[in-house]
């Protein structure tokens, strides 16, 4: 499957692919970032995400200085071939800054105070609570 | 809030940024698509996705044609200002093609056969049942 699948990877014309990262247990998406062919052979073998850095112009495992590591769980490609989505354990923070995830600018508020999914669990989390 | 954080959006060269689409109810990522300056506004203004598309070089309302609207959440923006998150409520299927996600080429499989995610949830409605 995987030689026939990398073959629909589109790659930019600086060689790059936009990968997402979602964590598997929350569902946050943490991060996005780039690859190149390499990134992503490296991310395929060694389950564990590497991406290209494009400031620095190199390959970069995740996690190589901070120990914040993103194993990888499954990769899927979209229907255009040109973006990545691939739901991680994240190893403490995705982000830099420290925070979980790097979505941590709002630029839009929620109508309620909180989200539909938030709500659900939040329920879920008092059915349970109240047995 | 909004004017201020609108200054830290960075538009690539060709004055676009990424904006990923999840659902809010699954959590599920269901595409990645772009953005100019004027689509961010009016998703803003409108809370209704709406995109460039580079491949028909023109404003493009999520939902247009198919009344597959993206009712928007909340949106944020990541550390370094280049990539936008939308929680939306998806109406219908995100993907042309008619799947809810646009992410449903399998690129590496899970090493079990449901994710950590998938688990948690099961095991929380397993619980839920067996009260």
């Known amino acids: 499957m995987e030689n026939n699948i990398l073959e629909k990877v ?3 014309h600086h060689g790059l692919v936009p990968a997402i990262a979602q964590d598997v247990e929350s569902g946050r998406v943490l991060m996005m970032a780039w690859m190149n062919e ?5 991310t ?5 995400a590497h991406y290209f850095s ?9 996690g190589e200085t901070s120990g914040h ?9 979209d229907c ?9 354990h994240q190893t403490g923070a995705a982000c830099h800054n420290g925070t979980f995830s ?10 309620e105070e909180m ?12 059915v349970i609570a109240d047995r």
Not at 44 to 48: D, P, S
Not at 69 to 77: I, N
Not at 80 to 88: A, K, P
Request: glycine share 4%; hydrophobic share 35%; net charge negative.
């Open 80 to 88: 255009d071939g040109d973006t990545i989505l691939m739901r991680v």
């Open 54 to 62: 494009r400031s620095r112009k190199k390959l970069w495992l995740k």
């Open 102 to 111: 790097c979505f941590e600018q709002p630029l839009l508020e929620s109508e």
């Open 115 to 126: 989200g539909g999914d938030s709500r659900v669990l939040q329920e879920l989390y008092d």
């Open 38 to 42: 390499e990134s992503l052979k490296l």
């Open 10 to 12: 589109k790659y930019n």
């Open 69 to 77: 590591f993103q194993d990888v769980v499954d990769m899927a490609l």
């Open 44 to 48: 395929l073998e060694t389950r564990r």
